[in-house]
C-alpha cells in the first residue's frame, strides 16, 4: 500500500500535467518507464551489495582461520 504523503504528492503531480494539457495517460507511462529503470538500479545495487557482503563473510572467515584459538 502506498504511504498517504507519497499518495497526496503524486496525485497533485498528475494534476499539474494535466492542468497544463499533458496526455494523462502519457505522463502515467513516463512513470511507469522511470519506476522500471529505478528497480533495475536497485536490482543491480542489491546484487553488488549481496556480493560484497558474501566476499567481505569469505574474507573473514579466512582470517579467523589464521588466528591462533585462545
Known sequence: MTPR????????ALEEHVVRGED??????????RLRRIETRLERLEKLL????????????????????P
Do not use: F, M
Open 5 to 12: 504523503p507519497v499518495q497526496r504528492l503524486a496525485e497533485g
Open 24 to 33: 494523462v495517460w502519457e505522463v502515467l507511462e513516463r512513470i511507469e518507464a
Open 50 to 69: 549481496a556480493s560484497r557482503n558474501s566476499k567481505e563473510g569469505a574474507s573473514l572467515k579466512r582470517s579467523s582461520r589464521l588466528r591462533p584459538s
